[in-house]
Each structure stands twice: as C-alpha cells, then as structure tokens.
C-alpha cells in the first residue's frame, strides 16, 4: 500500500530478466538504494513492482505479461524513461496522499496542460471511460503514482483536470508531460469498494443504494411509530439498536 506522495525520482530500463529500476537520492535523502531489501514493494509510476535483486543504484523487478499490457512501463522501459518512486507504507507512516495500491486501474491520455498564476491545469481522459464512472470533484485519483484531487470533470467523469501545485510539478515528471502522452490511473479504491459492496446487495449500485435507502427509512420509520405509540420522547436509536438492525 503507498500514499501517493512520490520520494524519488528515477529512471527504468529493461533487463534480461524484467526491469531495472535506478536513481541517485540527494545527500540526506531519507530513503534511496540503501534502505531496500530483497522483497519489498515499490512503486513505480504508480505501480507496485517487488525488489527481486538489489542493484548498487536501485533494484531490479520482474514484470507480469498484464502490467506491461496495462500500464506505461514497457514503452518507458524502452527509452530509459522517468519514473516516479514511492516505497511502501508503513503503518506508522503519515498518510499525508490517499490510500493508494499500486494497481492500475487503466491508461489515460493528456488533453491539455495550461499555465496558471498559481497552479497547472493537467486535463486527462480515461483510455476506457467506463472508468469514469469513479472520478466526482474532489475526489482523489493516481496519476503516474502521484496522489492528486480532481478538480472538475465531464459528466461521465471520463475526462477530468486537476490543479496542480508547483512543488508536485517541480518534485515529480509532471512537468514532463506534454499533449497525447499516456499515463498511468487509478481510482480510488473507495468508490471501487463501495460499488462492490453495493453491487452484491442488489445487482448494480444504483439500484442497491436507492433500496438500502428505503430499508433504512423504513426502519426509522418503524422506530419512530413504536415510541409514539409507548409515549417516549426522543428517537429511540442508539448503538444497540443500530447492531440490532443490522447497521453496525
């Protein structure tokens, strides 16, 4: 698991066996080369990758038939290209990002990138815009394995724009970017979580939302029949009552 608050940048090539991954951390870096074991967890533009051999510079990953399909690793390992890099939480980490897994949703493309006073406006559309159905304003995304709030979006939610600050442009290869290139994204895993958990209660989220809605009135509703009938005052829902009904 990672936040989403990309430590180091870095630069990939393929290797006989996978990738290798390489980087040279500042003087007084917290975290680089140094600090890796055999096993740990990467993320390497957003996408988890497990140190299978420790190199003096950074480490070597194997890589899956389906990462390579699904995200932007094999085009960048083939032109040595920048990635960004965040080793995994730990649990007495700060989540200073959002909670992020390091398993890509899909690609997306770059629509416009535009100066502000103050900020980046990075504009992006999902390959795939059935994924659009998990990007709403203010909700958090992954893009290249950088923690980012969305700031707006199409109706769909397949093309979204996020403001950018200069220290996240300065920090990460945002500021490489450019019209047309591709990007890594994943959702967050909330809304993902929560259509599931939806989608097994009733066949499809809307659906299954709209019927725990009705449940829940209903059994407001009964709660508050009852009082008025025995003359008690007050809703009568406390913690117990919740566990009882099947809420808690």
């Known amino acids: ?9 870095g630069a990939i090539r393929r290797s006989p066996k996978g990738v290798q991954v390489q980087w040279h951390p500042p003087a007084g870096a917290a975290w680089g080369p140094a600090q890796l074991a055999l096993g740990d967890s990467v993320a390497v533009d957003g996408v988890c990758l497990t140190v299978a051999e420790r190199l003096a510079d950074g480490f070597r990953a194997d890589v899956s038939e389906e990462t390579l399909g699904r995200t932007t690793l094999a085009a960048k390992a ?3 290209g920048a990635v960004n ?4 939480l730990r649990l007495a980490d700060r989540l200073g990002g959002h909670l992020v897994s390091g398993h890509v949703d899909g690609l997306g493309v770059v629509r416009a990138i535009a100066r502000q006073p103050a900020s980046w406006r990075l504009e992006l559309a999902w390959n795939d815009p059935a994924y659009g159905r998990y990007i709403c304003e203010k909700a ?5 394995g950088i923690s980012l709030t969305v700031a707006g979006c ?3 939610g397949g093309g979204f724009w996020i403001a950018v600050i200069p220290h996240t442009w300065a920090s990460t290869t945002l500021a490489q970017l450019a019209v047309g290139h591709g990007v890594n994204l994943e959702a967050d895993l909330l809304a993902k979580y929560t259509e599931r958990l939806l989608a097994g209660r009733g066949g499809g989220g809307g659906d299954a939302w709209n019927g725990d809605l009705g449940l829940l009135n209903k059994t407001f509703n009964g709660a508050e029949q009852r009082n008025n009938e025995q003359g008690s005052s007050g809703a ?3 913690a117990a009552w919740l566990a009882d009904h099947g809420w808690v």
């Open 140 to 144: 958090s995304v992954a893009v290249d």
């Open 154 to 156: 199409d109706a769909d």
């Open 85 to 88: 890099l965040e080793p995994a």
């Open 78 to 80: 083939e032109r040595g």
């Open 1 to 9: 698991m990672f936040t989403g608050l990309v430590q180091a940048i």
């Open 236 to 238: 009568g829902v406390d």
